[in-house]
C-alpha cells in the first residue's frame, strides 16, 4: 500500500459558522484535542532537507509519523506518503529516537477538532497564528466538500504549518522557532496578510 494522504487547507477567519456548515454535511465531531508535535531530525538536518518529516505527537494517545513526498505529485493538492503508528510511551519513544541519531528540533502546537463524513475527514486547526480547516480524502471529495463549505478552490493552501509558520516569522520579525501558544502571546497575527505571498508559494 502507498499510505498517500491526500489533503488542503483553508484558512478561515470565523470558527462558528465553518463548524455549523460541516454538521449540517452531516458530519460527526470526535471532539476537539489539544496537541503537542515534536519534529525530529538527524546532525545534517537530512530529513528537513528532503522536505520529509519525522513527527512524535502527544494528544490523547501518542502516535509516532513519518512522512515523505511520493514520486508522483499533483500541485492542486498536498500529497505525502504517510507511515503511522501509535505508541504507548512517549518518553520512552522520543529516547529510542534519540539513541538512534534523531533529535528534538522543532515543536508546534494546535488545538484539533475532527469531523468525519463518508471516507473523509475535516480538522478545525487553531494554530497559535490562525484558525484552518484541513479536508483529506480523494480528490473529487475534498473538491466537493470545500465547494458545499463555501470556500473558494482557489483559495486553498498547500503549505505545511511549519512553511506557513516561516512566512508568519518572515512578516513579524519573530526570533523563536517553536509554534507554540505561549511564544504567540504577545503576538497579534493577522494572517491574512501573510496570504499573498503564501499564493505564490503554492504557484496558484
Request: hydrophobic content about 40%.
Amino acid at each position: 500500500m502507498d499510505h498517500l494522504e491526500t489533503e488542503v487547507k483553508f484558512y478561515i477567519g470565523e470558527v462558528t459558522s465553518v463548524r455549523n456548515k460541516i454538521f449540517d454535511l452531516g458530519a460527526s465531531s470526535s471532539g476537539r484535542i489539544f496537541e503537542t508535535n515534536f519534529l525530529f531530525d538527524d546532525k545534517s538536518k537530512r530529513l528537513f532537507e528532503n522536505r520529509s518529516l519525522l513527527r512524535l505527537r502527544r494528544s490523547l494517545k501518542t502516535s509516532l509519523t513519518f512522512k515523505t513526498k511520493p514520486e508522483l505529485s499533483d500541485d492542486n493538492f498536498k500529497i505525502l506518503r504517510e507511515l503511522e503508528v501509535e505508541v504507548s510511551d512517549f518518553a520512552v519513544m522520543s529516547r529510542i529516537l534519540e539513541f538512534l541519531g534523531y533529535n528534538k528540533e522543532r515543536v508546534y502546537e494546535k488545538w484539533r477538532e475532527t469531523f468525519f463524513i463518508e471516507d473523509s475527514s475535516l480538522c478545525v486547526d487553531s494554530m497559535p497564528y490562525g484558525n484552518f480547516l484541513e479536508i483529506e480524502g480523494e480528490k473529487e471529495s475534498i473538491r466537493n466538500l470545500a465547494k458545499m463549505i463555501g470556500l473558494k478552490w482557489e483559495e486553498r493552501i498547500t503549505l505545511n504549518y511549519l512553511e506557513l509558520f516561516k512566512v508568519v516569522s518572515s512578516q513579524y520579525d519573530l526570533a523563536f522557532s517553536d509554534i507554540t501558544f505561549d511564544n504567540f502571546k504577545n503576538v497579534k497575527v493577522d494572517f491574512s496578510r501573510c496570504l499573498p505571498e503564501i499564493r505564490k508559494l503554492c504557484n496558484f
